[in-house]
């Protein structure tokens, strides 16, 4: 199985600040159509999983655009500007390039 | 709207078997795919298995092939999960989601629900 590594595991950030979160995986997330299948999550505390960004870049219905996702082959970043009160959370980013899917560990954001 | 609905908490002793239910409403049930998830509390995410609803073909990570199996139930727009000869490992909490084409992602889940495993 494709193993996704994410970084750091947790962060404590302030309101109004930026931040960012990597993930890597042991494969290349290219498919063979050319497309990159890799999407993050956020589960906020007490809930399910919600869509942020799928393949690589696009965000998700709804997500403001604080939210942006880089990456190729087999390194990712999920940058999130300006931090909200309502960001807090584990982020999970996911590949479905590969089967089965996967999901990284987590990276878990706190509010200073 | 989409929305998935799940059924609610279980305790459930060791050795029996369980079967989760996910009502779906919003789009066309019939020809999407669904995929379930296990989550341990305070752990990551693991992808049981994906079922087609056209034809109820299904995949399914090997580490729960026999321990899960994927139905629906068209004419509700309903997908179920059974979990059989249940043990205190697999006491966690199970989403479903839609796994959406295209994109090839999960764009919508259920709220999840907690299965509990004690004797």
């Known amino acids: 199985d494709v193993v996704m590594t994410q970084t750091p595991p947790s962060l404590s950030v302030a309101i109004g600040q930026s931040v960012s979160i990597s993930c890597k995986s042991s494969?290349?997330?290219?498919?063979?159509?050319?497309?990159?299948?890799l999407h993050w999550l956020l589960q906020s505390p007490g809930r399910s999983p919600k869509r942020l960004i799928y393949?690589?870049?696009n965000l998700g219905s709804g997500v403001p655009d604080r939210f942006s996702g880089t990456g190729s082959q087999k390194d990712f970043t999920l940058k999130i500007s300006r931090v909200e009160a309502e960001d807090l959370g584990v982020y999970y980013c996911?590949?479905?390039?590969?089967?089965?899917?996967?999901f990284g560990s987590g990276t878990k954001l706190e509010i200073k | 709207q989409v929305k998935l609905q799940q059924s609610g908490a279980e305790l459930v002793k060791p050795g029996a078997s369980v079967k989760l239910s996910c009502k779906t409403s919003?789009?066309?049930?019939?020809?999407?795919?669904m995929s379930w998830f296990k989550q341990i509390p305070g752990q990551s995410i693991e992808w049981i298995g994906m079922?087609?609803?056209?034809?109820?073909?299904?995949g399914y990570n090997q580490k729960f092939k026999g321990k899960a199996t994927l139905t629906v139930d068209t004419s509700s727009s309903t997908a179920y999960m059974d979990l059989s000869s249940l043990t205190t490992e697999d006491s966690a909490v199970y989403f479903c989601a839609r796994y959406y084409g295209g994109p090839w992602d999960f764009d919508y889940w259920g709220q999840g629900v907690m299965v509990t495993v004690s004797s």
């Open positions: 494969q290349s997330l290219v498919y063979s159509d050319g497309k990159t299948y």
């Open positions: 996911a590949q479905t390039t590969h089967f089965p899917p996967t």
């Open positions: 393949q690589v870049s």
């Open positions: 919003g789009y066309t049930f019939s020809t999407s795919y």
């Open positions: 079922i087609y609803a056209g034809d109820g073909g299904t």
